[in-house]
């Protein structure tokens, strides 16, 4: 298994939940690492992704502020703080990794987590 996502739930309007990506066994600095999220009758879209390096991260319009992406190179894992949460921000959240240059398209993405449910109710 390449990546493994976690950490999704059920919370209210305003509260904050952080997801985590594991890549055991490899590295999450050699790779771009994106999360998207897809919610009922929508396409795939991109949330935050942030490059091999770390030196340029990409936020959504509609997540920038509230989220944030951070990563723990010594753990091979990626996590995502999600504060202020509204409810349209539930989905399903997927965590994604690819070579070489950020993108912001899912079809780019060469590795996939399972993803994880987060549900924000009003």
């Known amino acids: 298994v390449q990546l493994q996502a976690s950490g999704g739930g059920l919370v209210q309007a305003e509260d904050s939940l952080r997801l985590s990506c594991a890549r055991p066994g490899r590295s999450v600095s050699s790779v771009v690492m994106g999360w998207f999220r897809q919610a009922p009758g929508k396409e795939r879209e991109i949330v935050v992704g942030i490059s091999w390096s770390g030196g340029s991260i990409y936020y959504a319009d509609s997540v920038k502020g509230r989220f944030t992406i951070t990563r723990d190179n010594a753990k091979n894992t990626v996590y995502l703080q999600m504060n202020s949460l509204k409810p349209e921000d539930t989905a399903v959240y997927y965590c994604?990794?690819?070579?070489?240059?950020?993108?912001?398209?899912?079809?780019?993405?060469?590795?996939w987590g399972q993803g994880t449910q987060v549900t924000v109710s009003s």
């Open positions: 994604a990794a690819k070579k070489y240059w950020m993108s912001t398209y899912s079809y780019e993405y060469d590795y």
